[in-house]
Nanobody
Framework: HVQLVESGGGSVQAGGSLRLSCTASGFTFDDSDMGWYRQAPGNECELVSTISSDGSTYYTDSVKGRFTISQDNAKNTVYLQMNSLKPEDTAVYYC??????????WGQGTQVTVS
């Protein structure tokens, strides 16, 4: 069965950095597009970044130039390097494969708090 385990969140001051990790199992990671999403209290699930199986990437405008998505197929892991963090980046961050509904509980998510 599909499992996603997110980690790496924490509390940082504005301008700080965090690196999120998401390790996947239960599906063919190499063939899947992966994405990072976030959900702040009272807000809808928001797409942050995606990486396709061919390595192409997408970033929502608010994180361009600050966040970098990458993946390690040997480890079935996708990463999100977050630099120059802002208070508005505060949210629970989730990863999802392209065939999964994001922020839907496939993983527990990881809390990022920027003050």
């Amino acid at each position: 069965h599909v499992q996603l385990v997110e980690s790496g969140g924490g509390s940082v001051q504005a301008g700080g950095s965090l690196r999120l990790s998401c390790t996947a199992s239960g599906f063919t990671f190499d063939d899947s597009d992966m994405g990072w999403y976030r959900q702040a209290p009272g807000n809808e699930c928001e797409l942050v970044s995606t990486i396709s199986s061919d390595g192409s990437t997408y970033y929502t405008d608010s994180v361009k130039g600050r966040f970098t998505i990458s993946q390690d197929n040997a480890k079935n892991t996708v990463y999100l390097q977050m630099n120059s963090l802002k208070p508005e980046d505060t949210a629970v961050y989730y990863c999802a494969a392209d065939f999964l509904s994001p922020c839907a509980g496939w993983g527990q998510g990881t809390q990022v708090t920027v003050s």
